[in-house]
């Protein structure tokens, strides 16, 4: 078993077309000090592919009043870390220093509603500073990716993820459940499934995380999912 990701929170500050978060059912919440010792705990035992540990799943991250602190415990464990932001709060100089002391590798959507003269200046501050923060512009495709300015970072192109074909197509995919990964929401319960929303594909808690093993859930069959082999 490996932790994918980690949620550090289900609140989130955008409403984008794509996304079915304005319509979750799941209690929202942010995690706490000790649930994300004991999950970090746990990854000794459960490490992340490549040591890379993702700290997001339906929600902000950037919310959470504790991320600075969340961010330099796994630096100084020597975990590395990815963030995926819909690049709000970008906007923010506060938010943009603190980021900009870490090391890890900061993934902005940029049709979540981000704004690129915010992303300018992330990018150019990076450059002042000579930070070591990475940074991935993912985009799909909707965005002029040329009014962003030259600099250090990356562009990934992707694709929206659907569960609305009849199944897996005719190429040939991996999954999380092939790959034996998991996410650990805000609250500390383990999920088999980095897409699954509601919190319905439950197979443990980090409290009591023995004898965990992946199996299908519900929305398994008609996935599309984008990790293709």
């Known amino acids: 078993m490996h932790i994918y990701q980690i949620e550090l929170t289900n609140y989130c500050n955008s409403n984008c077309q794509w996304c079915n978060h304005s319509k979750m059912k799941r209690e929202k919440g942010f995690m706490d000090w000790r649930t994300f010792e004991r999950t970090v705990e746990f990854l000794k035992y459960a ?12 929600g902000e991250s950037l919310l959470h009043p504790d991320l ?29 220093d603190m980021l900009l002391k870490h090391k890890g590798l900061l993934v902005i959507s940029m049709e979540n509603g981000s704004d690129i003269k915010s992303v300018n200046l992330l990018i150019q501050e990076k450059a002042q500073e000579k930070s070591q923060l990475r940074i991935l512009l993912q985009t799909f495709g909707d965005t002029d990716m040329s ?12 694709t929206k993820h659907s569960w609305a074909k009849k199944g897996h197509g005719e190429y040939e995919q991996c999954c999380f ?53």
């Open 68 to 96: 600075n602190s969340f961010l330099q415990y796994l630096e100084d464990r020597g975990i590395n870390w990815r963030l995926s932001t819909n690049g709000r709060l970008l906007q923010e100089v506060e938010i943009r």
């Open 147 to 158: 009014k962003v300015m030259a600099g250090e970072y990356e562009i990934f192109h992707t």
């Open 177 to 229: 459940l092939n790959q034996n990964w998991a996410a650990v929401l805000w609250n500390g319960t383990i999920v088999s499934c980095c897409f699954d929303m509601e919190g319905e594909a439950v197979i443990g808690h980090v409290n009591n995380p023995q004898h965990l093993k992946n199996r299908p859930w519900r929305l398994c069959p008609t996935c599309e999912v984008v990790l293709r082999c």
């Open 47 to 58: 490490p992340p592919p490549d040591n890379t540990v993702g700290l997001h799943h339906f």
